[in-house]
Structure formats: C-alpha cells, structure tokens
C-alpha cells in the first residue's frame, strides 16, 4: 500500500508525500522552530505539494505565519493542559481548498452540539471482551481495516507497519466476540505534550449498531487517565454524522475542520477535530 514518509527533524516529526499531498507537521519540539521550517520549505520548494499543515503550540504562531496561512482548528490545553494547539494551513492549490460539502458538514458540526438525536442501538451479543491489543492480533486487526477503509492517510493494513508503530508505543485496543476480533481503535501518546490521539476507530461491519465504538473509546480513555495523560482528541472524517455524534456524545468538543486534508476512504476527505481535557 502506498503511503507518505516520515520524517524526523531534531525531536520534531514531519510526514510528507503524495498520497496525502501534502506535508503534515505531527508534532514540533520548540528547539526545533527554524529547522523544521527550513525542512517545510525546502520540501515544497520540491514537491509542490497541493497543503501543508502545521500543528503548533499557539505561542509560536509568529514563527510559522505568512500571509497565505490561516487557522484551520485548534486543540484547547493540548500542551501539557495548559497551552492551545493552532493548526496551520497553506494551499497551493485553488480545487483542494474547496469543500463542496460544507454547507452539510456544518449543519452535521450542529446537529452534534445540540446532542438531540436519539441513539438506535440494538442489543450487543453476550461474551464481548475489550481488551489491550498484542502483537499476536495483528494480522486480525489489519484485516479488520481492509474491510473498512478502502484508503487511509498511513499504511494500518499493512502487518509490518502496525507491528512496528506498537513497538514505537502506539496501543492498539480490541474488542473481540468468541476469539474474533470485531472491532478496534488506537491511542497515539504525545508525551511532550500529555495529550493523545484516538484514532483507527473501525467495526466489523458485521456488528455494527452495539455500541462497540462507544464501548472502546470508554475504554481507551481510561486507560489514558490511568495513566495521566490530560487531553485528548481525534481527527475524524467529517461527513459521515455517526463518528462526530460518537465524539460529541463523550463531551468532546469541535476544533474546527481541516478542509479536504486526508487520502481516506478513495479521496480526500475534510477532517473534524474534537477534543477533551482527560484531567
């Protein structure tokens, strides 16, 4: 599966490629502020990607601003609790900075606030486990993704990539049904900041409808106050309405949206942020 590369600049993280076109700042350490915009630039310098976007502490906003950069969301607290991440963004290209749709992703923005719509839910099987992952249920959890996602901006149906990211800390979590697997989802630590990203949330479509996403996000987020990580957020597709009402049923709350940021599901698709204090 074609994917972006990663790239590590001092103690600060870039992806970059075609398949997102784009470059995607993961995270910037504050040493590392000329380096990394040096890098940005050399890069699109280039590539000519079609966006950058910049995840950023608020206080070094001056430090990456430029007259085509605009605000696209933000993360309140996201720093250790205390500081707000800015996501920055540039385009370089007029089609990629349009979303025909969104008319329709705010009326969906609204609809989750007023939390009004009621939640169908059918009776969930007897016997379900929610569990941490182990590198055993890899090549399961991967097969789960082929079913779901067509696309996606990293390689999670590839084995080799999700063994090495869970030895780099990411935790994948399960919930499984008679030894099967039937649904799944990620935290991805950042532990400079103490916030996490929920992320890789997928279910059998076989057994939708029980409220296993619900159940694994609960899960998910105590172990991440288990073990002290004060915010956390994700960055979910946003046209489909029933994974924001999932996140804004948890009280997390919108950040904004990143227009047309990510190769998922076959095209590319804008993204919502939502996000919550954990302490």
């Not at 950069?69 to 007029?94: H, K, M, S």
């Not at 990293?154 to 999700?162: E, G, N, Q, R, T």
């Not at 997928?202 to 073990?227: H, N, T």
């Amino acid at each position: 599966m074609e994917s972006d590369f990663l790239v590590t600049v001092g103690k600060s993280l870039i992806q970059h490629g075609y398949y997102n076109n784009r470059i995607y700042l993961i995270s910037l350490h504050p040493e590392d502020t000329d380096r990394v915009n040096e890098r940005i630039h050399f890069l699109q310098h280039i590539y000519s990607y079609q966006k950058i976007i910049l995840k950023i502490p608020r206080s070094l906003r001056r430090d990456f601003d430029t007259p085509d950069t605009r605000i696209e969301a933000e993360i309140l607290g996201y720093y250790q609790g205390v500081e707000d991440a800015l996501f920055l963004a540039r385009f370089y290209d007029a089609k990629r900075e349009e979303e025909d749709a969104y008319d329709k992703l705010m009326r969906n923005i609204q609809t989750c606030k007023e939390k009004n719509l009621p939640s169908v839910q059918k009776k969930e099987p007897k016997d379900i486990i929610i569990k941490m992952a182990d590198s055993s249920e890899i090549p399961a959890i991967c097969n789960l993704y082929q079913q779901v996602f067509e696309t996606y901006p990293f390689p999670i149906h590839d084995p080799v990539y999700l063994k090495k990211v869970m030895n780099c800390g990411i935790t994948f979590f399960v919930a499984k049904l008679s030894g099967n697997i039937i649904a799944t989802g990620s935290c991805e630590i950042d532990i400079h900041a103490s916030s996490v990203e929920m992320s890789d949330l997928a279910v059998d479509p076989r057994y939708r409808g029980y409220g296993l996403s619900k159940k694994i996000l609960s899960f998910m987020e105590k172990e991440m106050r288990d073990r002290g990580v004060k915010t956390a957020f994700t960055i979910c597709r946003a046209e489909p309405l029933q994974i924001n009402r999932l996140f804004s049923g948890f009280d997390y709350q919108y950040g904004g949206t990143l227009i047309k940021n990510t190769n998922i599901c076959g095209k590319f698709e804008s993204m919502n942020i939502w996000y919550k204090a954990l302490s």
